[in-house]
């Protein structure tokens, strides 16, 4: 869906291969969110670290285009106007990066997941979703995991828009979910049968990665 080259191996994806095969920052516990805010292995960061494969492509809102297909019954492609005229939505939440950092309390505003899912309606054999971002990056998600209450298209963070370093103009934010299932610079989004691993997945990450199960890596 994304025409852009597959990503370059950096310094930091070399390292981040290397933590999934000798299970870094494993703890071995298992909470949950109703009881811990803070998942096992996880400590509180106040600034919002930058973290990608280390292209940062530059998208306007003018250029930018999001393509949603597959199985879906209306497959459409959002320009900005289009994505602004969607219902928009603000939410407040955590991020969890698997890296190990988490940062409590993020202004978030944008298309709730679940607005766009009622405009493409997907059909009935859609189970998962492929992410694609304007970097060639890409991660999975289940439908129920992208439907869930708090999964936004977000625009904006603390009334600011996005930053380019943070996935400007729109990124996906899954907050109940390690934050690679975020996908910044997002272009296309996927409907598919069944649930396949994208390229942290594909690299020793976890298919699913909910931090308070610590499923960093599979
Ligand atoms: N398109 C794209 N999205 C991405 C990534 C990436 O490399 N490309 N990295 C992921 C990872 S591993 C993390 S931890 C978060 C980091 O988001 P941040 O840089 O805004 O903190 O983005 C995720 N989304
Ligand atoms: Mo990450």
């Given at each position: 869906m994304s025409d852009e080259p597959p990503?370059?191996?950096?310094?930091?994806?070399?390292?981040?291969?290397?933590?999934?095969?000798?299970?870094?920052?494993?703890t071995g516990q298992h909470a949950r969110p109703e009881e811990q805010r803070l998942p096992p292995g996880q400590h509180i960061v106040r600034d919002w670290l930058?973290?990608?494969?280390?292209?940062?492509?530059?998208v306007s809102r003018e250029r930018w285009r999001l393509k949603v297909g597959g199985m879906v019954e209306r497959p459409v492609t959002l320009d900005w106007a289009a994505f602004m005229a969607l219902p928009q939505t603000a939410l407040r939440s955590d991020i969890h990066c698997?890296?190990?950092?988490?940062?409590y309390d993020n202004d978030w505003q944008g298309v709730a997941a679940h607005d766009l899912?009622?405009?493409?309606?997907?059909?009935?054999?859609?189970?998962?979703l492929m992410l694609h971002g304007y970097d060639g990056y890409t991660t999975n998600v289940t439908l129920a995991d992208f439907a869930a209450p708090g999964v936004l298209l977000a625009h904006s963070w603390q009334g600011q828009k996005l930053t380019k370093a943070h996935g400007g103009p729109v990124r996906l934010v899954v907050p109940h979910l390690y934050f690679w299932k975020s996908a910044k610079w997002i272009s296309g989004i996927d409907l598919l049968g069944a649930d396949k691993p994208g390229f942290w997945e594909s690299?020793?990450?976890?298919?699913?990665g909910d931090p308070w199960r610590e499923e960093?890596?599979?």
């Open positions: 990503p370059e191996p950096s310094k930091l994806t070399t390292s981040k291969r290397r933590w999934a095969s000798e299970g870094k920052f494993l930058v973290l990608d494969l280390g292209r940062q492509p530059e698997v890296t190990s950092w988490s940062r899912l009622d405009l493409v309606q997907p059909r009935d054999e859609a189970a998962a690299s020793g990450y976890h298919l699913r960093r890596y599979s």
